[in-house]
């Protein structure tokens, strides 16, 4: 069975740093990888996709990699700012054509 | 291009009433996808649906169906209502290819359903 974890499970930065958010996923059997960012009370967001056949995706300060061997994908989030603060979910489309999703880092920036 | 939508955005309800949230995907999206989030659980898949038929189900008591019309649009029905029902619903609209749901999913802003 599919497991997803994301550490941390929250994280609270300055402005201006850069970092890294992590996500395991325990069965290398998988269509794709998307990281997605969820504000309080509201709905998701995707920022980026990496499909199997992909070591990485690029989306402006962000950049998302998937080591599949291993079962780990890491966002990357440049030169934080306020604004970059959420919940930042990772979730695995597995054989079955299911999202199963990682419980989510809740990322702070502080001012 | 118009996002996904969901309607209403927020129900109240009470132990034992029936539900039915609507989903409308993206135009050109063929499936249907919808969620359950709560702080206890987090991110849950229901079901999906593409070209009307469902493709998949999660984990969830019968009590909890969907439907998708001609027009890709979808809707969730859950009946004899739990106090454990209350949640975020949140559905998901792809474009998808071959019959394989691989793509990319966006987001509506989800329904958010609270059963006293």
């Known amino acids: 069975k599919q497991e997803v974890t994301q550490i941390p499970a929250a994280l609270s930065v300055p402005e201006g740093e850069n970092l890294v958010l992590n996500c395991s996923f325990t069965d290398s059997a998988i269509y794709n990888l998307q990281w997605f960012r969820q504000d309080p009370g509201k709905g998701l967001t995707s920022l980026l996709l990496i499909q199997s056949s992909q070591r990485e995706q690029t989306s402006g300060r962000l950049n998302a990699s998937l080591d599949k061997s291993s079962g780990r994908s890491t966002l990357y989030i440049a030169a934080s700012q306020p604004g970059d603060s959420a919940t930042y979910l990772c979730a695995v489309t597995g054989s079955n054509y299911q999202l199963i999703w990682g419980a989510g880092t809740k990322l702070i920036i502080k001012p | 291009k118009a996002g996904v939508t969901q309607t209403p955005r927020y129900l109240i309800k009470t132990r034992g009433q029936q539900v039915t949230l609507s989903c409308s995907p993206i135009s050109g999206h063929r499936s249907v996808s919808w969620y359950q989030q709560t702080p206890g659980q987090g991110l849950q898949f229901l079901f999906e649906y593409f070209s009307e038929t469902q493709r998949n189900k999660g984990n969830f008591p019968g009590r909890f169906s969907g439907r998708q019309f001609s027009n890709s649009r979808s809707e969730m029905n859950v009946s004899t209502l739990e106090l454990g029902d209350s949640a975020l619903y949140l559905c998901?609209?792809?474009?998808?290819?071959?019959?394989?749901?691989?793509?990319?999913?966006?987001f509506g802003p989800g329904t958010r359903l609270t059963v006293l």
């Open positions: 998901a609209s792809s474009y998808t290819s071959g019959g394989s749901s691989y793509n990319e999913q966006f």
